[in-house]
């Protein structure tokens, strides 16, 4: 199997104790079942801390409880992990292994991306130009799993919006592009005439937040005009991040309008976020760690009513 990687994923190292937003902070680090079973063997302080710390919560995952204002009990006061400095890198559970490299296996390829809610993810993704071009070379070949005709049609189709994504046009005019595309590649998929229209800002009122105060700020850009004319540079990059990381999905549901309307709609709140604070990385990032790396609040954004 073949796999297709951005430029910047190789380029990729965990900042630790320099992080301005450790993924140590906000998230259940879920603990697969070898890691579990090592902790049970750790003898000593950090083997009864760790069996403490572990439970089942109400998805049945077993995950590590979270500490004072939601952080990782093995996150130490130097910002570094006592798991990684006691029993090495091979003792992280998966979770934390793995973070922010993620995997899109589409059976006969693999495509490998970064999270952009890890900080040091983010600035290289917004900073790096013509950064997906093995991507646009994917050849599809039959499979069981799915139609390799769809998946080629697909694949075309986000060939064709990255080279409206990339043109010498204003964000506006070249999303509206994106748009009235998408309508048209889904009349070709299903048959249907369906408009991409955006996002209600009440959607965003049905989500959950780690923050509050990330909360009134994305319920707020969300309310607002989009203003797409500042940092249109890091903005594109950030609307192609998103157009490879989702529209191949599309392959199981055949709905193609989810992942645009998600990507022109989150485009336009970052965009809103930005002129507040006047800092991309960290509006994208923050945007990605409060909706992004909540499967259910992907859900609701990527259901197609
Ligand atoms: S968010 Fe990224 S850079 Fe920060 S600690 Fe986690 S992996 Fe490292």
Known sequence: MKHYFPTYYRGFRCIAADCPDSCCQGWDVVIDSE?????????????EKLREAIYTDPD????????????????????????FRELGEEHLCD??????????????????????????????????????????????????????????????????????LT??????????????????????????????????PDVFEQ?????????????????????????????????LYWLYRYLLGAIEPYDLIAPIRFIIGSVSIVANMVQKSGDVITAAQTYSKEIEQSYENMEVLMRNE
């Open 167 to 200: 043109k010498p046009q204003p964000l506006t005019a070249r999303l509206e592009q994106l748009s009235k595309s998408a309508t048209k590649a889904q009349k070709e998929l299903t048959g249907e005439d369906v408009a991409c229209e955006p996002f209600s």
């Open 60 to 83: 049945g995952d077993r995950v590590f409880h979270l500490a004072e204002e939601k952080k990782c009990p093995f996150w130490g006061a130097d910002h570094l992990c006592d798991i």
């Open 207 to 239: 989500l959950e937040y780690i923050d509050e105060n990330n909360r009134k700020i994305i319920l707020q850009a969300a309310k607002e005009e989009a203003d797409l004319t500042q940092h249109e540079a890091e903005l594109t990059r950030l609307v």
């Open 95 to 164: 979770t934390c292994a793995r973070f922010p490299r993620i995997t899109m296996d589409y059976t006969t390829f693999t495509e490998h991306t970064l999270a952009l809610a890890c900080p040091e993810a983010a600035r290289l993704i917004l900073g790096a130009d013509d950064a997906y071009r093995e991507l646009s070379d994917i050849n599809c070949v039959d499979c069981e799993e799915y139609d390799a005709d769809v998946m080629c049609f697909l694949l075309r189709v986000r060939n064709h919006a990255a080279d409206i």
């Open 35 to 47: 890691t579990e079973a090592y902790y049970h063997s750790v003898q000593g302080e950090l083997g």
